[in-house]
């Protein structure tokens, strides 16, 4: 397994629609895998392809807390089919906009279908995190992030700060390698 590049905003990769997966084959499977291992390094609870570079409709999800067994959730071509008529309000953060965070509104409980790794159909009705997370999850593959549902003023601030955050460990890393 190999840990990923996790792209940030302002990247344009993060704001395209993905395609839907065709085959389900190995290569698929240790993708899917790897987005796993990256999602657990970061750490994150999910990570949808576009954030790592692959416009494709699939997402990886794992919302047990450290110290829990593992319960990881492969979607592939997933699609909501039903929501609460419960608004909650959650604070929300993305591996695609590192160390930023704002509160969403978001459906209290989620069905979804997808295609597991192993090509078979699974329905599942989530409530709280997990139902939070899907519904995050499946919105970049629409190429939207958690920051769409804020003010452009606010959103435009949170960028601007991520950009700068991330130039600066860009330098911080140059500047590391020309001491070597
Ligand atoms: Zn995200």
Redesign the pocket.
Known sequence: MSLMKILTVPDPLLKRKCAPVEKIDDDLRKTLDDMLETMYAAP?V???AP?VGILKRMVVIDVTREGEERHPYRMINPRITGESDTIVLHE??????PEQYAEVERFESVTVEYTDENGKKQTLTADGLLAICIQ??L??LDGH??IDHLSKVKRDMIVRRVEKEQRRKREASHHGKEEE
């Open positions: 994150g999910g990570l949808a954030q929300e953060g993305c591996l695609s906009v995050h999850e919105e970049h992030l958690f």
